[in-house]
């Protein structure tokens, strides 16, 4: 007969397994980008007990991964910006084809929506050259206009989300719910046939929303990674009836049908080495 005891009831999961759960948790926090993220919902995703969790961050944070906060956890300050950086270097070649695509939409004389994120901020780039007026939520975009007096900037008000450079919140919208422009480039985190643009907050969705609402014509700027059967992510956009989408050559061509059954009435596609 095999007698179990309380100590080996209470032996802690091989440590394999162990360091693959706390490499999910630093996973689902680095996609957070920089908000804190609920103990129950951290514990509902990776399958574990609240205790359970509590071991683990404690072991994260004692290695300097994580900051622990009252019922939740995001990534240290070190880390957040280590994948800050790791975000922008993602795709590079793949976002600046992107955005040299994009250039070619803009006109001098108009009035640019541009979204914030690192594809948006190639834009930026491209399109400083040009006689336009462009209003932003993007504070790296906004760095890279800064100094082209040829460029009218209108800098979105509201609260900065520092792990990513946005500006979100009611100002903001109030904002954009004043100018009419004649394209916006809306960028994504993910990009689901079903569903549309993800954010990582509401007020991302309610702001990336709006900027579609408000112009002529609405491009979506998007690698191939962002496309994706996934809808885990808890705030989205909806398209709108009819819209563009630039990307790469490394789009699934599945995704692809399915997007212009839902309103990607115009495709074009890149080269990174273009």
Known sequence: MVIVTSAQQSEPAPRSKTRERQRELVRILTSSNGVMVD???LASRVGVSIATLRRDLRQLETSGVVERGHGGVVLSSANRASAMTERQ?????EKMAI????AELVHDGDLVILD????????????????????TNGIRSINRLAFHENVQVMVLGGYLRGSNG???GGE???MVSRVHGDIAFVGAVRVSPRRGIASLTYDQARLKSLMMSQAKRVCVIADSSKFSDDDEYPYWSPMPASWMLITDRN?????????????ADQITFVDPQD
Not at 89 to 93: C, I, T
């Open 116 to 135: 914030a994120g690192s594809t948006a901020e190639e834009v930026a780039e491209e399109i400083g050259q040009k006689n336009i007026t462009v209003v």
């Open 172 to 174: 903001a919208e109030d």
């Open 166 to 168: 946005t500006i979100c």
């Open 251 to 263: 789009a699934n061509a599945h995704h692809l049908e399915m997007l212009r059954a839902q309103g």
């Open 89 to 93: 270097m993602h795709a590079r070649s």
């Open 39 to 41: 103990n129950q919902e």
């Open 99 to 102: 955005a040299r695509a994009a």
